[in-house]
Every structure is written in structure tokens, then in C-alpha cells.
């Protein structure tokens, strides 16, 4: 199956920092899908980009399929956006995401 | 209500025990799905029902018994489970299997 790579694994930021997170694929696809998932355990998907880029708020997604790799961007980090941020992507005839093991973000005061 | 809403947020169960986890989601979508959540470790996906009718089993052992009466309400029936069970359990839906999913809070459950 379709292997997913995040980096980096563990982020720290003081509030108001900008970030990038990535996510490789090994296979051309079909959904990518962003989640952030809160420390009370909460998945809150914040982007469906399998390709192009979009824009909510402070956050941006860019997804370059033909490169196989999504970026995240995170701008003026506030302390609520801790948390584990997850990409999750399926390929071929199967629509059934396959999750990375995240990026696990922290923005101290 | 809105959302996907999860019950009980917690559950603590003895190995021998029955206890049945619910989801229900006041989205109008047509798929729903339970995934696990180990810690250090990816979400597993567990089962998958379109229009209730299951159509995925991720090899999930017997233990764990899904029901999906209807598109809105998913069940995952659980007996004599093991400690490496414990996890978080969270259940999703999507109006489409292509599109983006909404998840639930989760289910925290702790096996003793």
C-alpha cells in the first residue's frame, strides 16, 4: 500500500512562530486529507487538497501531486493550535486513507 | 446536535466483560468508519460501511463486532477484549468515501 512520511515528528514554537509541515507519499493519489487532532483527542479536518493549494485563516495547505509531497503552513502559532497534526492520503481504486504517524506540535506562550 | 457525536467518551472494562461503543452522526453521510488509536502508533482503519452495508474488515479480530443499523448510527460490540486493546476509538463519516471525513471525540478505552 501507499506509504506516508510527516516531518518532522516533533515541533516547538513560541507563540506567534511560522511552521511548515510536510508530508511525502510514495504513490501518485487520489485524496489528501489534513486532520489536527487536539490534545482532548479531537480529529478536526482543516484541509481536502489532493492537489493545488487553499487558505483558512492563518493556515495554508499546497499539495504538488506530480511530487508526491504536501505542505502545511502554519502562521502566527497560537498556544491552541498544539496538538498532532495528521496527513492522511489514498491511492489508486482504493478510497480509504492511509494516515501518517503525525507531527506532534507544541507553542509555548 | 452537530457533528459526530461519540459515547461514552470514556469506558473502563474488566477482560470478561460486554460493552457496546455508539456513533452517531447528524451530518446526512452515507459512509461511516471506526478507526484505533495506539499510542505511538497510526491510526488503524477497522471497519468501513457504505449505505450499511460493510464494506470493509481490516482484519480486525472477532472481539470487536460492528453493527450499522442505518446510514446515521454505527456500533462497535466489544467482549472478552484484551489489555493491548486499550486505545482510543474513533469513529467518522464522510457523505462520500472520496471526500473528507468528519471524526468524532473518541471513545477512550482502557481494558483491565
Known amino acids: 500500500g501507499i506509504q506516508v512520511e510527516q516531518s518532522p515528528p516533533d515541533l516547538i514554537l513560541q507563540e506567534g512562530a511560522n511552521s511548515t509541515l510536510r508530508c511525502n507519499f510514495s504513490?501518485?493519489?487520489?485524496?489528501l486529507q489534513w486532520f489536527h487532532q487536539n490534545p482532548w483527542g479531537q480529529l478536526i479536518n482543516l484541509f481536502y487538497?489532493?492537489?493545488g493549494t487553499k487558505q483558512n485563516g492563518r493556515l495554508s495547505a499546497t499539495t504538488v501531486a506530480t511530487e508526491r509531497y504536501s505542505l502545511l503552513y502554519i502562521s502566527s502559532s497560537q498556544t491552541t493550535d498544539s496538538g498532532v497534526y495528521f496527513c492522511?492520503?489514498?491511492?489508486?481504486?482504493?478510497?480509504?486513507?492511509?494516515f501518517g504517524r503525525g507531527t506532534s506540535l507544541i507553542v509555548h506562550p | 446536535e452537530t457533528g459526530v457525536t461519540q459515547t461514552p467518551r470514556h469506558l473502563v472494562m474488566g477482560m470478561t466483560n460486554k460493552k457496546s461503543l455508539k456513533c452517531e452522526q447528524h451530518?446526512?453521510?452515507?459512509?461511516m468508519y471506526w478507526y484505533k488509536q495506539s499510542a505511538k502508533k497510526p491510526l488503524e482503519l477497522m471497519f468501513v460501511?457504505?449505505?450499511?452495508?460493510?464494506?470493509e474488515n481490516n482484519s480486525v479480530p472477532s472481539r470487536f463486532s460492528p453493527e450499522c443499523p442505518n446510514s446515521s448510527h454505527l456500533f462497535l460490540h466489544l467482549h472478552t477484549l484484551q489489555p493491548e486493546d486499550s486505545a482510543l476509538y474513533l469513529c467518522?463519516?464522510?457523505?462520500?468515501?472520496?471526500?473528507?471525513?468528519?471524526f468524532g471525540s473518541g471513545t477512550r478505552l482502557t481494558v483491565v
Open positions: 467518522a463519516s464522510s457523505q462520500d468515501r472520496r471526500l473528507s471525513y468528519t
Open positions: 504513490d501518485s493519489v487520489n485524496n
Open positions: 487538497i489532493p492537489s
Open positions: 492522511a492520503v489514498s491511492s489508486g481504486g482504493s478510497y480509504i486513507p492511509t
Open positions: 451530518l446526512g453521510h452515507n459512509a
Open positions: 460501511y457504505n449505505f450499511k452495508e460493510q464494506t
